[in-house]
């Protein structure tokens, strides 16, 4: 099984700075990670999937990066919406999939 | 409208069985695979089990092998999930999710249902 490792598990941020969220994978997962967004109550939506792609409807200032087993999601500046938990997932090891532990972006 | 509709969860005993439902409509459902994935209260997301479009390839968590067992039925665009033997661990909010890749095996998951609730106590 392939074990998500996500740093840090709470990140303090005040509205209209950046955030930097961290995904490793145990092993390589080329770049098979999706990130999701799941507010209180809610099911989770998908943000990025192929490391790197905006999915449909995602505003702009939401972007990924990383290859391998390092990933980055950077909110370029954060707005009240943002506030929520953030799961990176590899896809790569079909049938196995694993999701990181998330992480809470919080207002500072 | 693309829509995934979990049923089925309710209260169950330590070591019995319960069968979950998520009907799909609004998209061909047998040209993707489709998957559960479950959250504990306050806890993070577990993918549990996932099912190509044809029911060719199945796999499961390592925390429920041999204990659930996923299935669809693409004529009824239905998907299941058979929960036996459960455990008080299994207690969690259950969505069934859609891939995001049409017939692949890998993809991220694009739609969720709200989910439905299994608490296993005595």
């Known amino acids: 099984e392939i074990v998500m490792t996500q740093s840090p598990a709470t990140l303090s941020v005040s509205p209209g700075e950046r955030a930097t969220l961290s995904c490793r994978a145990s092993?390589?997962?080329?770049?098979?990670l999706a990130w999701y967004q799941q507010k209180p109550g809610q099911a989770p939506r998908l943000l990025i999937y192929?490391?790197?792609t905006r999915a449909t409807g995602i505003p702009a200032r939401f972007s990924g990066s990383g290859s391998g087993t390092e990933f980055t999601l950077t909110i370029s500046s954060l707005q009240s919406e943002d506030f929520a938990v953030y799961y990176c997932?590899?896809?790569?090891?079909?049938?196995?999939?694993?999701f990181g532990g998330g992480t809470k972006v919080e207002i500072k | 409208e693309v829509q995934l509709v979990e049923s089925g969860g309710g209260l169950v005993q330590p070591g019995r069985s319960l069968r979950l439902s998520c009907a799909a409509s609004?998209?061909?459902?047998?040209?993707?695979?489709m998957h559960w994935v479950r959250q504990a209260p306050g806890k993070g997301l577990e993918w549990v089990s996932g099912?190509?479009?044809?029911?060719?390839?199945?796999g499961y968590a390592d925390s429920v092998k041999g204990r659930f067992t996923i299935s669809r039925d693409n004529a009824k665009n239905s998907l299941y999930l058979q929960m036996n033997s459960l455990r008080a661990e299994d207690t969690a909010l259950y969505y069934c999710?859609?891939?995001?890749?049409?017939?692949?095996?890998?993809?991220?998951?694009?739609?969720w249902g709200q989910g439905t609730m299994v608490t296993v106590s005595s």
């Open positions: 999710a859609k891939d995001y890749y049409y017939d692949s095996s890998g993809s991220p998951f694009d739609i």
């Open positions: 609004g998209f061909t459902f047998d040209d993707y695979a």
């Open positions: 099912i190509s479009w044809n029911s060719g390839s199945i």
């Open positions: 092993q390589s997962v080329s770049s098979n």
């Open positions: 192929g490391a790197s």
């Open positions: 997932q590899q896809y790569n090891n079909w049938p196995q999939l694993t």
